[in-house]
């Protein structure tokens, strides 16, 4: 059973415009959420988390919505920018545990 | 910021050789990671290691799997013998903290893995 689902595999956006990335997970028991950005040939890089007792996460144009009853969460980005493409994987862990469990990835395209 | 480096960046077998993958964690780094992903699926958790033991593994961890990292070098993963659905890339990771709100994982680029 996949722990964490992205819900859509890829994504375009234009220059200017907010990307919306989103997320579901099934563990209740989670309660580290961080989100990684990976460009391609390298490896995935934390780009902003959240905890499960915060309902929203600002850091510059990035911002994490996180819905606890629902078990969800997106990512935004907001005035989108070429240089944002890439993939973005949504994950899930407990604060104990180091374990962290990945969504797809969702490969986001913004075009200028 | 802080780097992990993997060595290859790319191996092709035989089915049923012995591979190891290299990993150089973050100098000051106490904590190792493999995960393995599948082209177009999810990374998954292999294994994590601290003061020479493995801390915890998953169901793809199989036996033909093992780390190790000897003193003062690199954080190893051999995979022996190798099968076909061995094929992937393996990422390491390095933490200096456990937990994940202080021990932040740093990736490396990857070892992509094929096995023939």
């Known amino acids: 059973q996949q722990q964490v689902r992205q819900s859509s595999q890829s994504l375009t956006v234009w220059e200017g415009e907010t990307a919306i990335l989103n997320c579901s997970y099934e563990?209740?028991?989670?309660?580290?959420f961080p989100w990684y950005q990976q460009f391609p040939g390298e490896g995935p890089a934390l780009l902003i988390a959240?905890?499960?007792?915060?309902d929203k996460k600002e850091d510059g144009r990035f911002t994490i919505f996180f819905n606890k009853r629902e078990k969800n969460l997106s990512l935004h980005i907001k005035d989108s920018q070429p240089g944002d493409s890439a993939t973005y994987f949504c994950?899930?862990?407990?604060?104990?545990?180091?374990?962290?469990?990945f969504g797809d990835g969702t490969q986001l395209v913004v075009k200028p | 910021g802080p780097k992990v480096l993997q060595i290859p960046s790319h191996q092709i077998i035989d089915m049923g050789q012995m591979v190891t993958l290299n990993c150089d964690p973050v100098?000051?780094?106490?904590?190792f990671y493999w995960y393995k992903q599948i082209l177009g699926q999810q990374m998954e958790f292999l294994v994590n290691?601290?003061?020479?033991?493995?801390?915890?593994k998953s169901k793809l961890f199989k036996d033909q799997f093992s780390v190790e990292r000897p003193d003062g070098s690199y954080f190893t993963l051999k995979i022996q013998p190798t099968a076909l659905e061995d094929s992937a890339v393996y990422f390491c990771?390095?933490?200096?903290?456990?937990?994940?709100?202080?021990?932040?994982?740093?990736f490396g680029e990857g070892s992509k893995l094929t096995v023939l």
């Open positions: 290691f601290y003061n020479g033991k493995v801390m915890e």
């Open positions: 994950a899930a862990s407990w604060n104990s545990n180091n374990r962290i469990f």
């Open positions: 563990n209740s028991a989670f309660d580290y």
């Open positions: 959240i905890r499960s007792v915060s």
């Open positions: 990771a390095s933490s200096l903290n456990w937990g994940p709100n202080t021990g932040q994982l740093y």
């Open positions: 100098s000051n780094h106490l904590y």
